[in-house]
């Protein structure tokens, strides 16, 4: 049986009991079952996993002793930046999920002319902690002990101006192949849009801005789809699934 693997946003020190937060706490206790001294491993993405076993638990309390660390997460050859169109409900999900399965290293959601997702104030507020969660789900599930950043969800132009070294536009009508590029120096920056694809004159401002715009075969492909099959020829090309 796999041993359950959590997140914790506290300084985990080995030797040290630690009281779970109360979500934590409801997830070992009602989800996952746990016993006292059932094993498990925690997380606050410093780069370690912790070993640990539960020390104690009770209705509305539950402790931990971390008896152990790991080696610390290996550095990734290649930083991936993905910057991603807001989609609709679960399609963001699962790009978001999928892309932190795949290794990608920051995260940027974006509203652009073609998005059919508006969100302020509290709205945006309450996604960004959805897809907080999202995020640190998929870290645990697939044992990665860093957590990619999420960048609050921002507008296509800020975003760009902000851009200083270019990247890569997947656009079903780019001049160029994947396989067809020279390894990037400095990490790298995908930029994929929504439902719809991007705008126009949104395609000519990255180009101004130093995105090449790129083709993956013959199909095109659905926004959630799409940054996941790029993620994964990049990562063959030039990160950590090439010699694995």
């Not at 079952?33 to 104690?56: C, M, P, T």
């Not at 993905?82 to 892309?99: H, T, W």
């Not at 921002?154 to 994947?178: I, K, S, Y």
């Not at 400095?186 to 801005?209: C, V």
């Amino acid at each position: 049986m796999r041993t359950p693997r959590i997140h914790v946003e506290a300084d985990l020190v080995v030797g040290a009991i630690l009281e779970l937060p109360s979500a934590q706490m409801r997830h070992v206790a009602q989800v996952l079952r746990l016993a006292v001294g059932d094993r498990l491993i925690v997380f606050n993405g410093d780069g370690y996993d912790y070993q640990a076993s539960l020390a104690e638990t009770e209705r509305h309390r539950s402790t931990i002793a971390i008896d152990g660390r790991s080696e610390p997460e290996p550095a990734p050859p290649l930083e991936i930046r993905l910057a991603i169109g807001v989609s609709r409900g679960e399609r963001m999900d699962f790009a978001l999920q999928k892309a932190v399965e795949l290794g990608v290293n920051r995260l940027t959601p974006i509203f652009t002319k073609r998005s059919q997702v508006k969100l302020d104030g509290a709205r945006l507020d309450k996604r960004m902690e959805h897809w907080r969660g999202v995020v640190i789900a998929a870290c645990e599930q697939s044992g990665r002990r860093r957590v990619p950043a999420l960048d609050r969800a921002t507008r296509f132009e800020d975003w760009l101006d902000a851009q200083r070294n270019g990247g890569l536009l997947l656009d079903p009508g780019g001049t160029a192949a994947l396989a067809d590029l020279a390894p990037p120096e400095h990490g790298l920056t995908l930029l994929i849009g929504p439902e719809g694809g991007f705008d126009p004159s949104e395609r000519k401002a990255a180009g101004a801005r130093g995105f090449l715009g790129v083709r993956l075969g013959p199909r095109i492909l659905r926004t959630e789809t799409a940054p996941l099959a790029a993620i994964a020829v990049i990562q063959a090309l030039w990160g950590d699934f090439k010699g694995t």
